[in-house]
């Protein structure tokens, strides 16, 4: 589930950072300090889900979606 969800919403963003900017160069550092978040908060919910607390399946997706937005605001 979470690779469509990444690859939609990374596809999306780069569309809309693209008409936004208008320079195929300049949208990559938004997307890469997204997939960078992403990473970070994967790894802060595996933590979270080693020190016992319960981690769904949903948090992932919600999570990718989330810094995605931020990201890129």
Known sequence: MDGP???TSMVIVAVLLLLTYRSPLLQLAPLLAAD???????AAAYGLARAGLAVTDL????LIVLVFG???D
């Open 5 to 7: 969800l990444l690859l």
């Open 70 to 72: 931020a990201a890129t």
């Open 59 to 62: 948090a992932s997706a919600i």
């Open 36 to 42: 960078v978040g992403v990473m970070v908060a994967r």
